[in-house]
């Protein structure tokens, strides 16, 4: 079955970095766009950022562009988010996201990790 | 930036049709999707380009698309069917994705 497990949230002070990690399997991940969503405590979901299936285009949300850089290693199955120059509002669950294939999904989002939360504090 | 508009509240009682409405400039060109996250879980997905259904979701959820609103519809909610419902698309370039902000469905 597919399964999506994030790792790598903690605490980290602010203007500190921090790698979070998407461990995918159950699907042939090299097939598939990936996103990062991320959720602040008691608030809504924001996009964060999408690779495609190939890692050849990249893009962001503007509250994180210049900041934050999405990666992928089709070899090792797992997708990656660098967050740099962390600010108190980059507190949040964050959660990894596989594009559906097109003819079953169209660009939805149809399997999400569990999320790992990241907190920015001094 | 791309904003899609949500109330963010609607109730109705079980049985009832609960309409959540997601509002953006893009949507006469763009699909929109609805997401269903409950309290402490995961998003799930309910409707994607407008007004299809994955695999498992329930008959009752449907969704519509008309100019720049998209309407996300629950006929006979179930009580089960509270949470927090998000509708979700593309700015004109299609590159990047927007969530709205959400409305909290309650079913009592």
């Known amino acids: 079955q597919v399964q999506l497990v994030e790792s790598g949230g903690g605490v980290v002070q602010p203007g500190r970095s921090l790698r979070l990690s998407c461990a995918a399997s159950g699907f042939t991940f090299s097939s598939h766009g990936m996103h990062w969503v991320r959720q602040a405590p008691g608030k809504g979901l924001e996009w964060v950022a999408v690779?495609?299936?190939?890692?050849?285009?990249?893009y962001y949300a503007d509250s994180v562009k210049g900041r934050f850089t999405i990666s992928r290693d089709n070899s090792k199955n797992t997708l990656y988010l660098q967050m740099n120059s962390l600010r108190a509002e980059d507190t949040a669950v964050y959660y990894c996201a596989r594009e559906a294939n097109i003819e079953v999904a169209g660009l939805g989002l149809d399997y999400w990790g569990q999320g790992t939360l990241v907190t920015v504090s001094s | 930036s791309y904003e899609l508009t949500q109330p963010p509240s609607v109730s109705v009682s079980p049985g009832q049709t609960a309409r959540i409405t997601c509002s953006g400039d893009a949507l006469p060109k763009k699909y929109a999707y609805w997401y269903q996250q409950k309290s402490g879980q995961a998003p799930v997905l309910v409707i994607y380009e407008d007004n299809k259904r994955p695999s498992g979701i329930p008959e009752r959820f449907s969704g519509s698309s008309s100019g720049t609103m998209a309407t996300l519809t629950i006929s006979g909610a179930q009580v089960e069917d509270e949470a927090d419902y998000y509708c979700?698309?593309?700015?004109?370039?299609?590159?990047?994705?927007?969530f709205g902000g959400g409305t909290k469905l309650t079913v009592l």
């Open positions: 979700y698309s593309t700015d004109r370039s299609g590159d990047h994705r927007v």
């Open positions: 690779i495609w299936f190939d890692g050849s285009n990249k």
